[in-house]
């Protein structure tokens, strides 16, 4: 496989075999592809550590994706990576030195491009596919908790949302004993 470009794929949730074959038939010359799935997880799936389905729907996601472009004659590799994307593309460049990587799906802002951007390749997202409108910053640090990018640890965020709910009762509270008082 000398003279192979090798592309590596991060394959989104949403992404799908359109998307992921204009991705790949941009280059005339041979590729190798590795296709990374990471797994998405629900609110609920996060905080109980339910991440079984997920891991097991992105590993389908990512064979689907091989059998597509297998199916053009590609070399393809498939992988179903971490549930944060940034460290399944670290952890898949440690075996696979790719020229590039491809973003297919619809990612919630450019923080990801960005990071991957830091691994000194080139990024590019699937063709047809708008870059995403940058969110609002709460929205997206709860998501960089999440996917455990932040210095925040889950505890600390719910601890800092159990505050303002528990300063909100409070007030409530303080409101009707003053009404009470009053009348």
């Known amino acids: 496989m000398t003279g192979d470009v090798k592309v590596l794929v991060v394959l989104l949730e949403g992404g799908n075999r359109a998307e992921l074959r204009r991705a790949v038939d941009v280059r005339d010359d041979d590729q190798h592809?590795?296709?990374?799935?990471?797994?998405?997880l629900g609110a609920l799936q996060w905080l109980t550590n339910d991440e079984d389905e997920a891991?097991?729907?992105a590993s389908d996601r990512a064979r689907g994706a091989a059998r597509t472009l297998a199916a053009q004659e590609h070399?393809?590799?498939?992988?179903?990576?971490d549930v944060d994307p940034v460290q399944a593309v670290e952890d898949a460049l440690?075996?696979?030195?790719?020229?590039?990587?491809?973003?297919?799906?619809?990612?919630?802002?450019?923080?990801?491009?960005l990071s991957l951007a830091e691994f000194g390749l080139p990024v590019r997202r699937a063709e047809g596919v708008p870059a995403p409108e940058p969110g609002d910053a709460a929205r997206?640090?709860?998501?960089?908790?999440?996917q455990g990018r932040s210095e925040s640890t889950p505890l600390t965020?719910?601890?800092?949302?159990?505050?303002?709910?528990?300063?909100?009762?409070?007030?409530?509270?303080?409101?009707?004993?003053?009404?009470?008082?009053?009348f």
């Open 33 to 40: 592809v590795r296709v990374v799935a990471p797994p998405s």
């Open 55 to 57: 891991r097991a729907e």
């Open 75 to 81: 070399h393809v590799d498939a992988w179903q990576g």
């Open 94 to 113: 440690r075996e696979f030195p790719a020229d590039e990587i491809v973003i297919v799906g619809r990612p919630d802002d450019g923080a990801l491009e």
């Open 140 to 146: 997206r640090e709860s998501q960089r908790v999440v």
């Open 157 to 182: 965020f719910l601890a800092r949302v159990n505050l303002v709910v528990l300063v909100v009762v409070a007030l409530v509270v303080g409101l009707a004993f003053l009404a009470i008082w009053l």
